[in-house]
């Protein structure tokens, strides 16, 4: 009886396994097939004049440096904002809110706001920061809706990291004669640096994938302006011009170079903040 028990519990953990290992392929299988396909189709239509010159109606030409200069603009902006505020949030609520009915309310507003459809947020971020607040169609206006957007991600994972700290850590510094702050900058978040980072990288991927949103807050103009300049002026990132590209005008050619140069600007910038992380917890001493 007991071989027969035995027996059966072999076999379905090796059916279970199976099944496990058939899931891994087809996630594996679908994403190489996205990549690759894109890049084939991408990579052989990315040329000089593509990515440093700026789209010509006179000449008839196509360039992409305006939308490239904007992307990067708006996600620096957008960092800027929402790193302060939302790992400030994480940690009032892991290590200083003592009322647990408000902890549950902020982190319920906070579920509620990351599942709310992007199209709604570009809707908001129209009436409130280009009208009320008479930022008119401007990059800042579109990473200030990417803000709010973006803002439940880093909040929740910066304040999961903060809940993977030992207690024993905190009590050790307090025992030492640490102060309430001095604890958390020295000792709680270089700790947990590695959640903060992973924030990063998460909102860093949806605000590259965001257009929706930055339709009607950011706008589509394609000119080459500086930093201070660009964000108080109308711009289209890469997404937005992907889509006006291939839904407008037709030139699949250019879409499918864009989303290719916006694949590799995803893996460049995720390096550059997982290396930044490195750094930042080699100088702590972890």
Excluded at 78 to 105: F, H, Q
Excluded at 199 to 214: P, Q, T, Y
């Amino acid at each position: 009886m007991i071989e027969r028990i035995s027996g059966s519990r072999r076999a379905w953990s090796g059916v279970m396994k199976g099944l496990c290992w058939i899931s891994l392929g087809i996630v594996t299988a679908l994403t190489a097939f996205m990549l690759l396909y894109v890049l084939i189709r991408g990579i052989p239509h990315i040329t000089p004049q593509l990515l440093f010159t700026k789209p010509s109606m006179l000449r008839n030409t196509i360039g992409i440096l305006p939308d490239i200069l904007n992307t990067l603009y708006i996600v620096i902006a957008t960092l800027i904002i929402v790193l302060p505020i939302g790992v400030g949030a994480a940690i009032y609520l892991n290590e200083y809110a003592t009322n647990r009915k408000v902890v549950e309310t902020i982190e319920f507003a906070a579920e509620t706001l990351s599942g709310i459809p992007s199209i709604i947020y570009g809707l908001v971020g129209m009436l409130v920061f280009c009208q009320f607040c008479s930022l008119g169609t401007s990059l800042l206006a579109g990473a200030l809706t990417l803000v709010i957007m973006n803002l439940p991600t880093i909040m929740r994972t910066t304040q999961e990291s903060l809940k993977t700290v030992p207690e024993s850590y905190r009590e050790g510094a307090f025992a030492l004669g640490a102060g309430k702050w001095r604890v958390i900058r020295t000792v709680v978040l270089p700790t947990c640096i590695n959640g903060i980072i992973t924030g990063c990288i998460l909102s860093i991927g949806r605000i590259l994938s965001e257009s929706a949103a930055l339709l009607f807050t950011a706008g589509f103009a394609h000119n080459v302006n500086g930093f201070i300049r660009g964000m108080g002026s109308a711009g289209a990132t890469l997404t937005v011009a992907l889509y006006v590209y291939a839904s407008e005008r037709g030139e699949f050619d250019i879409a499918f170079a864009i989303a290719a140069i916006l694949m590799v600007l995803t893996v460049i910038i995720n390096l550059l903040t997982a290396y930044m992380g490195k750094l930042m917890k080699r100088r702590n001493g972890q």
